[in-house]
């Protein structure tokens, strides 16, 4: 009998070609006098320090992916985005506690070992922990034949951040006359693909003939976690929610305290050209409120005398607006008026 009828690359898993994308994660985890800029990489686990300065440390952990945006990056054979979507998922919401990111570990599943297009996600991943300030400590690529049908794949990410005990974001600290302040979205960020998918599809549109689409539906995700964690740090903000699937409504009613009401004018809302296309292509003012951002990619809340202090720790084109007011009420938020659509 045949010693070698039955091995692991003929089952469909290569080894090799899966040792040869760690040692690409460690090169490119390294400057160019081979230090690791993220050193924890390459074990079977990581062990990281709590930063001395936090008093009282509190653990905060989050998980995410991307969602079908991956088919996107599919059909465009395009992959170097969707690694900072996914750390921008988990880092995003990680700042609503108050928390500070520290480690990120991904996940990547995948019917067959894709070199090009793994180092085209890992290189994202990298810039998104970069953008972030937190550190890539490790992950998984599980090569998965008969799993996944040919080319297909899935991402998932994982963050750890910290926040000391005082410092907390919690429903208790928003007040009555409260601002509600809106950060542009970059786009789409990583929500309502599922959406988007079926209407090309049904409407037969080729997103590969459109330079808009191409460059709209891959944009990345926003991360915010540097202006927050000032404005945290400063003792400017009441609350934050960060606005993904369920959109303004399900997602700013999650911070929200009993008794009190999200009053929220969408008439003051700045949308983008997506949204508008989207719109202009079938999809209702309702359904588009329920699933997209629709320009508002991160929300705060602030006490009114201290509005004035926010705008210089952000960009231009990121700076924050009033979008409304915390009033008494028991519906936790009230959406009133009508998006102008660009």
């Given at each position: 009998?045949?010693?070698?009828?039955?091995?692991?690359?003929?089952?469909?898993?290569?080894?090799?070609?899966?040792?040869?994308?760690?040692?690409?994660?460690?090169?490119?985890?390294?400057?160019?006098?081979?230090?690791?800029?993220?050193?924890?990489?390459?074990?079977?686990?990581?062990?990281?320090?709590?930063?001395?300065?936090?008093?009282?440390?509190?653990?905060?952990?989050?998980?995410?992916?991307?969602?079908?945006?991956?088919?996107?990056?599919?059909?465009?054979?395009?992959?170097?985005?969707?690694?900072?979507?996914?750390?921008a998922m988990s880092v995003n919401d990680l700042i609503v506690q108050g928390a500070k990111p520290l480690l990120f570990l991904d996940y990547i599943s995948i019917n067959k070992i894709d070199i090009i297009k793994l180092k085209s996600i890992i290189k994202?991943?990298?810039?998104?922990?970069?953008?972030?300030?937190?550190?890539?400590?490790?992950?998984?690529?599980?090569?998965?034949?008969?799993?996944?049908?040919?080319?297909?794949?899935?991402?998932?990410g994982f963050a750890v951040g910290v926040v000391d005990q005082k410092k907390i974001l919690n429903k208790k600290k928003i007040k009555l006359n409260d601002l509600i302040l809106a950060i542009p979205s970059n786009?789409?960020?990583?929500?309502?693909?599922?959406?988007?998918?079926?209407?090309?599809?049904?409407?037969?549109?080729?997103?590969?003939?459109?330079?808009?689409?191409?460059?709209?539906?891959?944009?990345?995700?926003?991360?915010?976690?540097?202006?927050?964690?000032?404005?945290?740090?400063?003792?400017?903000?009441?609350?934050?929610?960060?606005?993904?699937?369920g959109g303004l409504s399900d997602n700013i009613k999650r911070v929200i305290p009993e008794n009190l009401n999200a009053e929220i004018d969408l008439s003051k809302i700045r949308s983008l050209e997506i949204f508008s296309w989207l719109k202009k292509n079938g999809i209702s003012n309702n359904e588009m409120l329920k699933t997209f951002n629709c320009g508002v990619g991160f929300c705060l809340i602030v006490s009114p005398k201290k509005i004035k202090k926010i705008d210089k720790y952000f960009k231009k084109r990121f700076r924050p607006y009033i979008i409304g007011r915390i009033v008494k009420g028991s519906t936790k938020v009230s959406l009133n008026g009508e998006i102008n659509w660009i």
């Open positions: 009998m045949n010693k070698n009828l039955f091995t692991y690359k003929k089952s469909g898993v290569d080894i090799n070609a899966a040792d040869k994308f760690v040692k690409f994660i460690s090169l490119l985890s390294s400057n160019k006098k081979g230090k690791k800029k993220f050193s924890k990489i390459g074990g079977f686990g990581s062990i990281s320090d709590i930063p001395k300065q936090i008093k009282q440390p509190k653990i905060v952990a989050c998980t995410d992916g991307v969602g079908t945006k991956i088919e996107i990056a599919n059909t465009l054979n395009k992959f170097d985005t969707i690694g900072i979507d996914l750390v994202g991943i990298i810039i998104g922990c970069k953008q972030s300030d937190c550190e890539l400590v490790g992950g998984e690529t599980a090569e998965m034949p008969g799993t996944y049908e040919k080319g297909k794949f899935d991402i998932a786009g789409l960020h990583s929500n309502g693909y599922s959406l988007i998918r079926y209407l090309l599809r049904k409407k037969k549109i080729k997103i590969q003939k459109s330079k808009f689409l191409k460059k709209e539906l891959l944009r990345p995700t926003k991360i915010y976690t540097k202006e927050v964690l000032k404005l945290i740090d400063k003792d400017l903000i009441n609350g934050c929610a960060n606005i993904t699937g």
